[in-house]
């Protein structure tokens, strides 16, 4: 039986973690040191962390926040956002990440996914794909585009042909990321994370949209997802309430799913 997990994400801007609705209308939270406590204090099994605005405005990911959280936190570590070289990838593991993770970056050059995992290894390396629903057509059989910049870019790419891909290029790890679905708390995009997932061999991580237990029941039960990324639940002043990660992991054993002990 897979052992599933839950990885909180920190989408950063200037250093806060914020929380956005569909990629906009942005939430400052917390710095990240501190969620990055919280986070640790509360037995997350990972964190991941963002740069949200580095690849749109053209420029290196922030390191310092990255810095700031690997001071905090013994789990894996997930950074990405603005990464556009493999020197660029020795700075970000050099603050302290784990993994490297690239989305725009990849769509813009796609041999920068091969040149990273044979520097580093495929499980150093995850591909980050942002992916809307489209109409379907012979160029997007899947009926989900992928999207970069923050969701603000098509691509003309299909979802599952671009996962496919990536997979081929190196990529150990595959982000399944709705637009659609973010910040909407009504639970994640579960047709598009089931199709990837059956389209490649690697670990794929759902994200966008988990508002409740229920969510991640549903996306480890109906999906062959092995991580899931939430916020919303664990700290977005947008919902009525807030989920402790003892809370996520009850709610998954009862319901069948193995998990990390907490």
């Given at each position: 039986?897979?052992?599933?997990?839950?990885?909180?994400?920190f989408?950063?801007?200037?250093?806060?973690?914020?929380k956005?609705?569909?990629?906009?209308d942005?939430?400052?939270?917390?710095p990240?040191?501190e969620?990055?406590r919280?986070m640790?204090?509360?037995?997350?099994d990972?964190?991941?962390?963002?740069d949200?605005?580095?690849?749109?405005?053209k420029?290196?990911?922030d390191l310092?926040?990255?810095?700031?959280?690997?001071s905090?936190i013994?789990?894996?570590?997930?950074?990405g956002?603005g990464?556009?070289?493999?020197?660029?990838?020795?700075?970000?593991?050099?603050?302290?990440?784990?993994?490297i993770?690239?989305d725009s970056m990849?769509?813009?050059?796609?041999?920068?996914?091969?040149?990273?995992?044979?520097?580093f290894?495929?499980?150093?390396?995850?591909?980050?794909?942002q992916?809307?629903?489209?109409?379907?057509?012979?160029?997007?059989?899947s009926?989900?585009?992928?999207?970069?910049?923050s969701?603000?870019?098509?691509?003309?790419?299909d979802?599952?042909?671009?996962?496919k891909?990536?997979?081929?290029?190196?990529?150990?790890?595959?982000?399944v990321?709705?637009?659609?679905?973010?910040g909407?708390?009504?639970?994640?995009?579960?047709?598009?994370?089931?199709?990837?997932?059956?389209?490649?061999?690697?670990?794929?991580?759902?994200?966008?949209?988990?508002?409740?237990?229920?969510?991640?029941?549903?996306?480890f039960?109906?999906?062959?997802?092995?991580?899931?990324?939430?916020?919303?639940?664990?700290?977005?002043?947008r919902?009525?309430?807030n989920?402790?990660?003892?809370?996520?992991?009850?709610?998954?054993?009862?319901?069948?799913?193995?998990?990390?002990?907490w």
């Amino acid at each position: 039986m897979i052992t599933r997990k839950l990885i909180a994400c920190f989408d950063i801007r200037d250093g806060m973690v914020t929380k956005a609705h569909k990629f906009q209308d942005n939430i400052d939270i917390l710095p990240a040191a501190e969620m990055a406590r919280r986070m640790q204090a509360d037995k997350i099994d990972g964190i991941v962390l963002y740069d949200i605005f580095a690849s749109a405005e053209k420029r290196m990911i922030d390191l310092d926040p990255i810095r700031r959280v690997a001071s905090e936190i013994d789990v894996p570590f997930t950074v990405g956002g603005g990464i556009r070289s493999v020197e660029d990838m020795h700075a970000v593991l050099e603050a302290g990440a784990d993994k490297i993770s690239i989305d725009s970056m990849a769509v813009r050059n796609p041999d920068l996914i091969e040149q990273a995992a044979k520097e580093f290894g495929s499980h150093s390396i995850v591909l980050s794909i942002q992916v809307k629903r489209v109409p379907f057509s012979n160029k997007i059989p899947s009926g989900y585009e992928v999207y970069i910049d923050s969701a603000r870019q098509a691509t003309g790419l299909d979802a599952v042909l671009w996962a496919k891909r990536g997979e081929e290029l190196g990529a150990g790890e595959i982000v399944v990321n709705s637009i659609d679905m973010d910040g909407t708390h009504q639970g994640f995009e579960l047709q598009i994370t089931r199709a990837i997932s059956e389209a490649v061999g690697v670990p794929i991580v759902a994200s966008g949209g988990a508002g409740k237990p229920s969510h991640l029941v549903d996306v480890f039960l109906q999906t062959d997802a092995e991580y899931a990324i939430i916020s919303s639940m664990l700290y977005s002043p947008r919902l009525p309430r807030n989920y402790t990660v003892k809370e996520l992991k009850e709610a998954l054993t009862k319901a069948g799913i193995a998990v990390e002990p907490w």
